[in-house]
T-cell receptor
Framework: EDQVTQSPEALRLQEGESSSLNCSYT??????LFWYRQDPGKGPEFLFT???AGEEKEKERLKATLTKKESFLHITAPKPEDSATYLCAVGNTDKLIFGTGTRLQVFP | NAGVTQTPKFQVLKTGQSMTLQCAQD?????MSWYRQDPGMGLRLIHYSVGAGITDQGEVPNGYNVSRSTTEDFPLRLLSAAPSQTSVYFC????????????FGPGTRLTVT
């Protein structure tokens, strides 16, 4: 069965304290791994797509990496405005399968 | 571009009532989908459409109907609302069938009493 697991469920960081979020997956025929950011009361906002192991993408303080079994979202020197829930999803044939997310809080 | 729009933003229904959640996109996207989001469950796919006139079931389709008569619109109908359908509903669209990234609407928060 296709499955996406994200860890940790919640993460509290001090401003400037770098860390990583994990997304592990099992899927029959990966067709892309996606990272989204979701702010409270809003719809998910697309961040990155990764298609093959070894691929990396960066945007401001965020960097996403992909291996054959997992993806990491690295957050370098986070700021309070990075506080949000980060969702991971894998593409399978004709749909996306989402994890339950990591809720990130960054304190000044 | 307005992107993906959803109406209403909030709705309260009584058990047994029916209603339609509206979703529209102005990006000429072929693929549209409906998800529900519940605490601890993540986003779960209800129904999706790969183009006008074509729909299919997702993970949790029971109690919901969809149709896709135009490229732009993809309404979700609740036939007879139940408390278990209390959730936040998101519509999303993408240029074509995944693996292309999906763009989400702002959501509809539905409460069934």
């Amino acid at each position: 069965e296709d499955q996406v697991t994200q860890s940790p469920e919640a993460l509290r960081l001090q401003e400037g304290e770098s860390s990583s979020l994990n997304c592990s997956y099992t899927v029959s025929g990966l067709r892309g791994l996606f990272w989204y950011r979701q702010d409270p009361g809003k719809g998910p906002e697309f961040l990155f797509t990764l298609y093959s192991a070894g691929e990396e993408k960066e945007k401001e303080r965020l960097k996403a990496t992909l291996t054959k079994k997992e993806s990491f979202l690295h957050i370098t020197a986070p700021k309070p405005e990075d506080s949000a829930t980060y969702l991971c999803a894998v593409g399978n044939t004709d749909k996306l399968i989402f994890g339950t997310g990591t809720r990130l809080q960054v304190f000044p | 571009n307005a992107g993906v729009t959803q109406t209403p933003k909030f709705q309260v229904l009584k058990t047994g009532q029916s209603m339609t959640l509206q979703c529209a996109q102005d990006m000429n996207h072929e693929y549209m989908s409906w998800y529900r989001q519940d605490p601890g469950m993540g986003l779960r796919l209800i129904h999706y459409s790969v183009g006008a006139g074509i729909t299919d079931q997702g993970e949790v389709p029971n109690g919901y109907n969809v149709s896709r008569s135009t490229t732009e619109d993809f309404p979700l109908r609740l036939l007879s609302a139940a408390p278990s359908q209390t959730s936040v509903y998101f519509c999303a669209s993408s240029r074509t069938t995944p693996p292309y990234e999906q763009y989400f609407g702002p959501g509809t928060r539905l409460t069934v009493t």
